[in-house]
């Protein structure tokens, strides 16, 4: 069963190929053989496994839907990089991989050099990955493929929506699907057409609104939004990946006109104040340091820069490395925890934050009376002990995992910083680089091994560590 659902996702991830391939069309490009190659050869894949294939049960369980979801994200990675391997201007299979794969997790760090001189049809179909994976993978084939629901579609749902808790906007998973992905949907078309009014043409416009709404940060320059050099496309990014940031079931209410349950939310609360305190520090370190020139330096870039980082999108419009280390240290912080779960953002989330803050709070008064019963809340809800205790778990792994990935990379000679900052930034989603892979470097400089290592991570990122690592374990595959 697992196979043949596999076969479904490859036909519909070759139906996104098509508007790749119609745009080398409109442009008169070479790439218009190697998409339709691809998408010809992942259709037929698709449906050889979902023709030939006979399941003795359809019914999927809960190790299924771990299953399932690992194996898609992987499956449509591979099938997403042939495009990059058979284009115009060839990359390696490593560098393809890594490509996609960054794509597919909105982790937005690149190995193409030289984006500019690649065909209009390879830069939309960079933007279509990250979109394709801001929502989830397998949450559209929930909202297309209604069978699903009652085929262990709560299983799979709740292994690829990030959070750790997941309330059903629906009485049907397939019903909630639809909705966010309607969401989803809208503020892409909304981000569009803001964008198309300001120095963007239509089809930057398009690149740039995928890159911001799924917070996965690609851009068709090179030099990311720092190209334009404009006030307004910052502007209207940063609201933009300021609501990629943002729980989509919360967006959803409050476009129902329910604002009630947007103001009591805590963790949007903590996402809002932490904004706030990050521009008011980054600001005094930029004037402190005699980098204020313009009151744009004060005002818009900081602003940007930290949505930017929280939301793990990692779009640039300056060079942050200029700020000092302070700004690192904090954006360091803020890659951790990124922004809320249940949004398209990556990193541990803040609501991880609140949970371990109030336990540790609890733990502390403990000390003082041991006897004492008390309880972490989060939105006037009392929370059940053992997810606290999984959260923890989540947090110990989560740092484990990025001093893993560092050791491992220094052991290919890459210096010491640029191995934990690139290894980190794998596994929050975020994609900013520093050192050979920051402003004005590339990952294209990390050797083959590595890539492939920090395309490992930027999985279990993606799939918050649980879902990937289950696999891994006997007991998984015990009966």
Same mark, same amino acid.
């Not at 449906?47 to 771990?66: A, D, M, Q, V």
């Given at each position: 069963m697992i196979i043949r659902i596999t076969g479904w996702l490859l036909m519909i991830e070759s139906l996104f190929m098509l508007l790749p391939t119609i745009t080398c069309l409109i442009y008169d490009e070479a790439d218009i053989m190697p998409f339709g190659i691809t998408a010809g050869a992942? %259709? %037929?894949?698709?449906?050889?496994?979902?023709?030939? +294939?006979?399941?003795?049960?359809?019914?999927?369980?809960?190790?299924?839907?771990?299953l399932l979801t690992s194996i898609v994200w992987i499956v449509f990675s591979v099938f997403g990089m042939m495009p990059f391997i058979f284009s115009s201007t060839p990359v390696s299979v490593s560098d393809a991989f890594f490509e %996609?794969?960054?794509?597919?997790?909105?982790?937005? %760090?690149?190995?193409?050099?030289? +984006?500019?001189?690649?065909?209009?049809? +390879?830069?939309?179909?960079?933007a279509m990955m990250q979109w394709i994976g801001g929502m989830g993978i397998i949450l559209f084939t929930l909202a297309v493929i209604p069978m699903l629901n009652s085929s262990g579609g709560m299983q799979m749902f709740n292994a690829e929506v990030t959070g750790i808790t997941h309330d059903k906007l629906r009485p049907r998973v397939s019903q909630t699907a639809k909705t966010l992905w309607g969401v989803y949907l809208l503020l892409t078309v909304i981000l569009v057409f803001l964008l198309w009014l300001g120095p963007m043409n239509f089809f930057e416009s398009i690149c740039h609104a995928f890159g911001a709404i799924s917070t996965g940060g690609f851009s068709t320059e090179a030099d990311s939004i720092a190209s334009y050099n404009s006030v307004y496309v910052k502007v209207v990014l940063t609201i933009f990946m300021f609501l990629g940031g943002v729980n989509f079931a919360l967006i959803f209410k409050a476009m129902c006109g329910n604002f009630n349950d947007v103001q009591r939310n805590d963790v949007f609360r903590t996402y809002v104040v932490s904004i706030a305190v990050f521009m008011v520090l980054f600001v005094i370190t930029i004037i402190s340091r005699g980098r204020f020139h313009t009151w744009e330096d004060i005002t818009i870039d900081p602003l940007f820069q930290i949505v930017s980082t929280m939301t793990s999108t990692g779009f640039s419009a300056t060079n942050y490395e200029n700020w000092g280390p302070f700004v690192m240290s904090l954006m360091f912080f803020m890659m951790f925890f990124g922004a809320c779960a249940g949004s398209t953002s990556g990193g541990a989330k803040l609501d991880r934050l609140l949970y371990l803050l109030k336990n540790c709070r609890n733990e502390l008064y403990r000390c003082i009376?041991?006897?004492?019963?008390?309880?972490?809340?989060i939105n006037d809800r009392v929370i059940n002990p053992d997810i606290v205790s999984k959260v923890i778990a989540f947090l110990c792994i989560y740092t484990l995992l990025i001093g893993v990935g560092g050791v491992v990379l220094s052991a290919f000679d890459i210096p010491i910083f640029d191995s934990f900052f690139s290894a980190f930034s794998a596994i929050s989603n975020t994609g900013l680089g520093a050192g050979i892979t920051g402003y004005g470097g590339s990952y294209e400089l990390l050797p083959d091994v590595g890539k492939w290592v920090l395309s490992m991570l930027m999985l279990i990122g993606r799939l918050e560590i649980f879902t990937v690592l289950l696999v891994f374990t006997p007991a998984f595959w015990r009966k």
């Open positions: 992942t %259709a %037929a894949t698709g449906f050889c496994l979902t023709r030939y +294939i006979r399941p003795r049960s359809h019914k999927t369980g809960k190790r299924e839907g771990f %996609a794969m960054s794509g597919f997790t909105t982790t937005g %760090a690149s190995v193409l050099d030289s +984006i500019e001189n690649m065909s209009h049809g +390879i830069q939309i179909w960079r009376y041991p006897r004492s019963i008390m309880s972490v809340r």
